[in-house]
C-alpha cells in the first residue's frame, strides 16, 4: 500500500511540474502572439538538398484554395510526368472558386538538366517570368507559388535584381511561396520564413506516388 502512495505522489508531482512547464510555455507563446501584430503577407522560401519543397508550397495552395483565396501558382524547371498536385489543380480548376486556367502557367521546358540548351531555357524562363511578375503586380492574389524559381536565379536564367525588385514591390497583403535549391542569400535575406527540407531520398527510398509526386 505504501508503495502504491509512494508511486501515486511521485506521479502527482510529475504532473504538478508538467502542468507548470506548459503554463509558462502558454505565457510564452501567447505573448508572442501578442506581439505579432502586423497584418501582411509573407515570403517563404522552401529550400534544402531533399525532395518535398514543391509539396509543401502546394500544400500552401490548397489551404488558401479552402479558404477561397484567390491563389497563382507558377512552375518554372519540371519534368514530363505531371504530380498529383498539377493533376488535381489542372482537372478541377473549372470547380474551384478563385481559380482558373488562367492562374497556372509551367514553364514546359522539362528539367535543365534534360534540355541541355541554355538559350531556349533562358527564353522560356524570361517568358515564365513574365507571367509570374503580372501576378506579382495583381492585388487580386492573395498567394503565389513560385515553383522551382530559385533555379532561375542560380543559372542566372533570371536577373536576380529583378526578381528581387518584384517581391518587394508586391502588393502589402500578398503572400509568396518560393521553392528550390539555393537561389543565392538575398533571396533568403529577404524571405519572412525560410525552410530547409529533408527527405527519404537521400537514404536511397525510392519516391512514391501521392506521396512524392
Not at 508531482?13 to 508538467?18: A, D, T, V
Not at 507563446?29 to 505579432?36: G, L, P, T
Not at 534534360?114 to 487580386?140: C, F, G, P, S, Y
Amino acid at each position: 500500500m505504501n508503495e502504491e502512495n509512494n508511486n501515486q505522489a511521485d506521479m502527482d508531482k510529475k504532473n504538478q511540474k508538467h502542468k507548470k512547464a506548459m503554463q509558462k510555455q502558454k505565457e510564452k507563446v501567447d505573448a508572442k502572439i501578442e506581439s505579432a501584430d502586423e497584418e501582411r503577407g509573407v515570403l517563404l522560401v522552401l529550400t534544402g538538398n531533399g525532395k518535398g519543397k514543391s509539396s509543401s508550397g502546394f500544400g500552401m495552395v490548397l489551404r488558401a484554395l479552402g479558404y477561397d483565396h484567390k491563389v497563382g501558382v507558377v512552375q518554372f524547371i519540371k519534368g514530363v510526368q505531371l504530380s498529383g498536385e498539377e493533376i488535381f489543380l489542372k482537372e478541377k480548376a473549372s470547380l474551384l472558386p478563385n481559380f482558373d486556367d488562367e492562374d497556372f502557367y509551367q514553364m514546359g521546358t522539362g528539367f535543365t538538366w534534360n534540355t541541355q540548351d541554355r538559350t531556349a531555357d533562358i527564353e522560356a524562363a524570361e517568358k515564365t517570368w513574365a507571367v509570374a511578375e503580372k501576378m506579382l503586380q495583381d492585388d487580386r492574389y492573395n498567394l503565389v507559388l513560385l515553383d522551382e524559381l530559385t533555379y532561375m536565379i542560380a543559372y542566372k536564367y533570371l536577373d536576380e535584381e529583378r526578381v528581387l525588385k518584384a517581391l518587394r514591390d508586391r502588393p502589402r497583403e500578398m503572400s509568396v511561396v518560393v521553392t528550390g535549391r539555393g537561389g543565392g542569400s538575398a533571396l533568403q535575406e529577404l524571405a519572412d520564413t525560410v525552410s530547409e527540407i529533408k527527405h527519404a531520398y537521400k537514404a536511397g527510398v525510392k519516391a512514391r506516388k501521392g506521396v512524392d509526386f
